[in-house]
């Protein structure tokens, strides 16, 4: 039995639509991304989404927006992808680490009083795992020193927090679409906000700061340039592959909780793995396990032939880019050193989950 980590999403019907674009020459600014927007704001109940040409894109689009500048310091976990962080610095300013929960891998509410100074403008939450962060209690640290918000949402397509979707708590959220990710447009993402003047912000930079979109010009050409912009927008074949897998997520969205749910039935009990306890509001981007016998554990599942990941094997604060000599921070580190990611999507049969159950109990 093969198991791969991720599972294909892209239907025949969705090349079809694809090809269908390419053959008509309009490839971009088109109405399927007009009808990808649509369908995101519908899905997770905010006011405004943009197409973006990635997550990272859409975070380093926000910190613009921000007005963030050298000087400033913005709150990131320090278990997370390496791109949370670069979207702060391409601003100048700083991105300051914080510890996290080791089970979780989510941002610590309580670590982030300790870190706030007067240079403070934002913090960045990351919804690890498609886990949602301890919303509640981040805002009201956020509102009394009047930190903004923005939120990772790179795995959280599907995660609720207090019947409310993640990335409509702070000034935006931003999404993933990246091959392994619950939907994909190859490379892609999408920013949510509900904030209307953010929003005409966000459609001005990432597209060179233009104030007028191409179907908003009377005369070809003719437009002027209000902001420092760049060129941030996806494809409208892309948009066109994701609004199809989007329609069809709600299903995915119901067989990974009921996988999840079920994997974590089989695997609470065994001695030698920590898991998370499981959460219906989660949208389970990856099941994560972690192990002092991760080497171990991956060798089995190399040999047994299931696919797996590694969310992250280094703590943002040990990269070389980032390292600081006096800098430790004992739960990111941990989580590091015994995490593993295992695969969780719809189409995994019981039948596969009990062989990824067996593998892991040899051990």
């Known amino acids: 039995m093969k198991i791969n980590f991720s599972s294909n999403k892209i239907k025949k019907q969705d090349i079809k639509q694809v090809e269908k674009i390419l053959k008509s020459g309009w490839l971009t600014h088109g109405k399927n991304t007009i009808n990808f927007e649509n369908e995101f704001k519908k899905f997770t109940g905010a006011k405004f989404a943009i197409t973006v040409s990635s997550c990272t894109a859409g975070l380093h689009l926000s910190c613009m927006a921000l007005q963030l500048k050298k000087g400033d310091e913005v709150i990131v976990p320090s278990q997370t992808h390496v791109a949370t962080a670069h979207a702060v610095k391409l601003t100048g300013a700083t991105p300051i680490f914080c510890d996290i929960n080791y089970l979780t891998g989510l941002i610590n509410p309580e670590k982030i009083k300790k870190i706030i100074t007067k240079k403070t403008k934002a913090i960045i939450l990351v919804h690890m795992n498609g886990f949602s962060c301890e919303i509640n209690e981040i805002k009201k640290i956020c509102k009394r020193k009047k930190i903004k918000i923005i939120e990772d949402c790179a795995h959280g397509l599907g995660s609720m927090y207090n019947k409310k979707h993640v990335g409509n708590f702070g000034i935006a959220g931003v999404f993933s679409f990246y091959p392994t990710k619950q939907i994909t447009t190859g490379e892609g993402g999408m920013l949510i906000t509900n904030n209307k003047q953010f929003a ?41 592959i994701g609004y199809k897998q989007l329609k069809r997520y709600p299903k995915e969205l119901k067989l990974r909780k009921q996988n999840a749910k079920y994997l974590y039935s089989l695997l609470q009990n065994l001695k030698h793995i920590k898991i998370p306890k499981f959460n219906e509001d989660y949208s389970y981007f990856i099941f994560p396990i972690h192990s002092t016998k991760r080497n171990n554990l991956m060798k089995k599942l190399k040999d047994k032939k299931i696919g797996f990941s590694i969310h992250y094997a280094k703590a943002l604060h040990q990269m070389s880019y ?42």
Not at 215 to 239: C, E, H, S, W
Not at 344 to 359: D, P, T
């Open 200 to 240: 005409k912000k966000i459609r001005s930079i990432k597209a060179f700061g233009i104030d007028k979109d191409i179907t908003q010009r009377k005369i070809p050409g003719y437009y002027d340039v209000k902001d420092l912009g760049i060129n941030y927008r996806m494809t409208d074949f892309q948009a066109a």
């Open 322 to 363: 980032y390292k600081k000599k006096s800098f430790k921070m004992i739960n990111a580190e941990r989580y590091a050193k015994t995490n593993i990611s295992l695969p969780i999507y719809g189409a995994l049969s019981k039948n596969k989950l009990n062989y990824i159950y067996k593998a892991l109990n040899e051990i």
